[in-house]
């Protein structure tokens, strides 16, 4: 693995070798990155991708760097154009001092430029496809509730996005079965949903969906939601959410699963707009440990993309390991 753009060119055995490794170097904080530098660039904002990151990594060892967007991007205007020069040349120049690119954009299509163009490792930092580096926290996550090899049933309620999309691609790799419910007008596209199909007969599971949320949520273990306006998407805000009515995530629908199911949001959560606070704050809700391990997954990735670092399997477990 050179790049982390998202979760498609990971196998399943990858996938669950960065949250073992995770999981170890949150325990030792080795410091496997010392003198190793990454540069933080983010056209969006955020609080728990910059806390998070920036903390894993000064915990093994590394330093972060944060630049201006505006230094190294044309605001996603040009994707081939930083500020003052062609991106090959803002990259080549940042690969000199940098071991990293750690960046959140508004377009992917900027992402895969820089990473076509880099001799070191970019990272998806969030962009408008998909959120990675949020769904390895939230499977590991789910894996440390509901133990390693139980493969609870999650349904996504809402918005067709980025955070569903790589929670989705990662989960059905590892075998989990998915489910989703949220507005036509919202909906996963035809070669999205065969996308999601292909990867749960391919891995034993099943990808079920409806617009109707009583079709999908019973027997759910974990219901997650998301905002359903996400960075950039401000203009239309009242426009999209009008189309949401009855997918609020409240006590109601989450009695619908007919079980005490764990609720999962990746946050920032809007109160009273997709999740009531009964259920942000129930005592089934898992946000905080999604957001700890916004940390702890962050360990796992640059440790294996810079320093090469691989999860040291327990001798007396390495037969029982199921992917
Ligand atoms: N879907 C949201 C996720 C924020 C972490 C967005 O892209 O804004």
Same mark, same amino acid.
Request: glycine share 6%; charged share 20%.
């Given at each position: 693995? !050179?790049?982390?753009?998202?979760?498609?060119?990971?196998? %399943?055995?990858?996938?669950?070798?960065?949250?073992?490794?995770?999981?170890?170097?949150?325990?030792?904080?080795?410091?496997?990155?010392?003198? !190793?530098?990454?540069?933080?660039?983010?056209?969006? &904002?955020?609080?728990?991708?910059?806390?998070?990151?920036?903390?894993?990594?000064?915990?093994?060892?590394?330093?972060?760097?944060?630049?201006? &967007?505006?230094?190294?991007?044309?605001?996603? !205007?040009?994707? =081939?154009?930083s500020c003052r020069e062609a991106l090959q040349d803002t990259i080549m120049n940042v690969a000199q001092w940098c071991d990293a690119i750690f960046a959140r954009v508004f377009s992917h299509d900027t992402l895969s430029n820089m990473a076509a163009m880099s001799s070191i490792p970019v990272v998806n930092a969030l962009c408008e496809k998909y959120h990675p580096m949020q769904a390895l926290a939230d499977i590991l996550t789910i894996q440390q509730t509901f133990s390693k090899y139980e493969k609870p049933t999650l349904t996504f309620v809402g918005d067709a996005n980025n955070v569903a999309y790589s929670l989705f691609e990662g989960l059905l790799k590892l075998g989990y %079965?998915?489910?989703?419910?949220?507005? !036509?007008?919202?909906?996963?596209?035809?070669?999205?949903?065969?996308?999601? =199909?292909?990867?749960?007969?391919?891995?034993?599971? =099943?990808?079920?969906?409806s617009v109707n949320p009583e079709k999908v949520l019973p027997g759910s273990d974990i219901v997650y939601t998301d905002t359903f306006v996400s960075m950039g998407e401000e203009l239309v805000a009242a426009e999209k959410i009008a189309h949401f009515h009855g997918y609020q995530v409240n006590e109601q629908l989450m009695s619908l699963t007919g079980k005490s199911s764990a609720f999962m949001h990746c946050q920032p959560a809007h109160r009273g707009v997709e999740v009531t606070n009964e259920v942000m704050d129930g005592t089934n809700s898992l946000i905080k440990q999604q957001a700890y391990n916004r940390m702890v997954t962050s360990k796992g990735v640059f440790a294996s993309l810079i320093s090469n670092q691989i999860y040291h399997q327990p001798a007396e477990t390495a037969v029982s390991i199921e992917l």
């Open positions: 693995m !050179k790049h982390l753009l998202n979760l498609k060119s990971l196998t %399943a055995h990858e996938i669950q070798s960065i949250l073992d490794l995770s999981a170890e170097l949150n325990e030792t904080n080795e410091k496997v990155l010392v003198d !190793k530098h990454i540069l933080f660039v983010f056209e969006k &904002p955020s609080l728990r991708t910059v806390l998070g990151t920036e903390v894993a990594i000064n915990q093994l060892g590394g330093h972060v760097i944060h630049t201006q &967007p505006e230094i190294m991007l044309s605001k996603g !205007k040009n994707v =081939e154009y %079965a998915v489910r989703f419910t949220g507005p !036509k007008k919202y909906y996963w596209n035809d070669s999205q949903i065969a996308y999601f =199909e292909h990867l749960a007969s391919k891995n034993g599971t =099943e990808f079920i969906h």
